[in-house]
Every structure is written in structure tokens, then in C-alpha cells.
């Protein structure tokens, strides 16, 4: 696993026993629901196939990510040798702190260390959700400029990132 540099007051941990009670009590607002999941449904997804981890401030878990190596078998959209990024948020408590850019910022050299034999992260983000698509778009994420249609909360643009390319 790669280090980050210590003066990142982000960091990034693939979620293990330990971590799991504070992950539970991980929130978002009441206007923000339909965007993700509570976390007790997005838990029972984890499987070997679809691994969670851990945004951590200095303090503790501060957010959460889903990782689905399987994304390509449910959306047309995303290669076979691409990976899919679901249910990222930043705990209520801390959003607006810069948490969430500084977590997108790690994620290709995060996510290529780990997920190191796929070439792409992909993602989908609703379109009443701005704030988070311009979020991803700071971690180099770029709109494929089609939509998924597929969700239960309107459409959504779809997203994509290189593990391959230069890192940012
Ligand atoms: C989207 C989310 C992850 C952003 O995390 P965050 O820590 O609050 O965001 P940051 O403080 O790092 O801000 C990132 C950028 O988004 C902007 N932003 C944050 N909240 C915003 C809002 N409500 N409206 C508009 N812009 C917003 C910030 O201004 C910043 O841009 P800037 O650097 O150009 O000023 C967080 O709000 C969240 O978890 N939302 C609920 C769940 C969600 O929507 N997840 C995405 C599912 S696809």
C-alpha cells in the first residue's frame, strides 16, 4: 500500500472489523438521501467482490466508499477491465470541509495501487446533484457525456477515471 504524504489530512483504508462500528454511525442529510443510501444498506453489499473502504481524518471515519469489481456485469456502460465507485459520501458532520475533494484527489493513486490490473474507475452521479459532480470532476473524473437512465432518483451522468494515465 502506498503511503501518503503526512501532511494529508485525508486518508483512505479498506475497511476491515475495526473500522466497521464507526462506519455504521456514518450519516448524510434528509435532502441527500436519494443520492446514496443509509449505510446500513450500502454494508450489504460488501462482498468479495465488492469491497468497502474508509475515509479517515485525523479523528476517524469521516466517510465511505463501496469499490465493485463486478460493475461492468450490471452496467453496459463500464469496460470489463474497469472498476466501479458506489456509494461515496462524506459523513454530514464534515461536508462542506474540503474532505470530499481531498478524498477524490487520492482516489487514482488509491485505487491503482490496489486495483492494479484494471484500467478505469467508472462512477454515476445524478443529475440533481451538482456538488458532487463537480467534487469528482477535481479528482479528474470526466463526464463520458452519456446518461444512465437505470436509477430510481431521475438520470445520472456518467463518469470515469484512468488508472493507467499519468497520475495526478
Ligand atoms: C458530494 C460530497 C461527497 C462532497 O463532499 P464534501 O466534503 O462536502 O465537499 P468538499 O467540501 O470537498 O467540496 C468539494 C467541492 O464541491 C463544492 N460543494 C460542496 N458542497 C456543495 C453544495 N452543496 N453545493 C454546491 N457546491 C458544493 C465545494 O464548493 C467544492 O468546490 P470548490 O473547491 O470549487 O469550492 C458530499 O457533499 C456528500 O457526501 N454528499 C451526499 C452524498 C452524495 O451525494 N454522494 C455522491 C453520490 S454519486
Redesign the pocket.
Known sequence: MKKFNSTTLITIHRLNDDAFKNVKGLT?SDE?VG??EPIEQILKNLSNQVHGHVINDTRGAV?FFLIDTQYANDYEFCSQDSIGLRS???DKR?????????TVRLLQNYLSDIYDSYDDVY????CK????K??YE?GGFIDIGELYFGGDYGPQHIMKLSLKAELV
Not at 123 to 126: A, G, P, S
Not at 129 to 132: D, E, G
Open positions: 448524510v441527500q443520492f446514496v466517510g461515496f459520501f462524506i464534515y461536508q462542506g470541509c474540503g474532505y470530499g475533494k481531498q462512477l454515476t452521479v445524478n446533484n451538482p456538488a458532487a463537480h467534487c477535481q
